[in-house]
């Protein structure tokens, strides 16, 4: 392996998706397009299917946006313990206002925000949030350095 080149979510609406990315979260567009056909297909096993996507980076991380339209989708979600889940975790400075910013773009914590209580993250808060179309992302915010009397 080389290096990791970007982290994907599939997503009901490419529109909602940006307004939360860029919007919320302060990421910024790199580029749109579209794709389809016997490409799209061989790749990601979505016969039939076209796609809408977004590149966004955040954090010096490429995050790819997805919106397919043509295969069927589950009508529930998958869940964060499924087989087979991923999430991103991302550093935050303040969880609580970030929690709260979110909110208004549909994302949900999945309880409060927990420290670390032991090991190299030790104090570390850390909460899972899960979005509109069941992606997850963990944020984590670092106890603060220790101050100098």
Known sequence: MRRA??????VGSLDEALRFWIDGLGARLVRTGEMGGEFLGQ???????TVRLAIVSLADQTIELLEYRGP?????PAKPFDP?????????????ALLVRIAAYGWTAQ????????????GTRVIYAVGPDGATIEFM???????DP
């Open 72 to 76: 069927d989708r589950p009508s529930v």
């Open 84 to 96: 087979g889940f991923a999430h991103l975790a991302l550093v935050v400075d303040d969880i609580d």
């Open 141 to 147: 915010q670092p106890s603060a350095p220790a101050q």
């Open 5 to 10: 080149d970007h982290v994907g979510f599939a």
């Open 111 to 122: 309880g409060t925000p927990q420290p670390i209580a032991s090991g190299a993250r030790a």
């Open 43 to 49: 790749v990601t096993g979505a016969h039939g299917a």
